[in-house]
């Protein structure tokens, strides 16, 4: 009996750690932002990091839009590749736990996106429908952006 108790007690504190673990890694650290947005709050150098990528996918949006302009699909291959979802691959998983789910799944769905970029114009896609999914990852970009922002912890 003293072990079914115990047992009992092991597997309700393993539900509710996980249960909180959920709870945090759907809606990360966050607090009220001092513009009406969601403030992300991190690190300065998780900060930095996050901030680093947001430039990377702005260079290779550039780069897709260069591409696009002179006709140099391998151009858009090069920039839109570097930008994909291997760039996400080796993300702190502590930084992710920080990181709100709709924060992450927007994020992700931008490298998805810059892969599926790469494919078009592997694929031989005209730049005008290339420069539409660009667009439309824009998008998300701006939309992330007005929801958005980043604060470093104190």
């Known amino acids: 009996m003293k072990t079914n108790k115990l047992a009992s007690l092991a597997l309700f504190l393993w539900v509710v750690t996980i249960a909180v673990f959920a709870w945090f890694f759907i809606r990360g650290n966050t607090t009220q932002g001092s513009d009406g947005r969601t403030a992300v709050v991190l690190q300065a150098a998780e900060r930095d990091l996050i901030l680093s990528e947001m430039r990377g996918l702005l260079s290779a949006t550039q780069g897709i839009l ?83 922002q980043l604060k470093a912890a104190i």
């Open 66 to 148: 260069e591409g696009a302009n002179q006709g140099d699909m391998q151009q858009i291959i090069r920039s839109s590749s570097a930008a994909g979802m291997q760039g996400a691959a080796d993300v702190n998983p502590v930084l992710m736990a920080k990181l709100p789910m709709a924060f992450k799944s927007m994020g992700m769905s931008v490298h998805h996106d810059m892969d599926e970029i790469a494919k078009a114009a592997k694929s031989g896609t005209p730049a005008a429908e290339i420069l539409k999914m660009t667009s439309n990852t824009m998008s998300k970009c701006i939309a992330c952006h007005a929801a958005w």
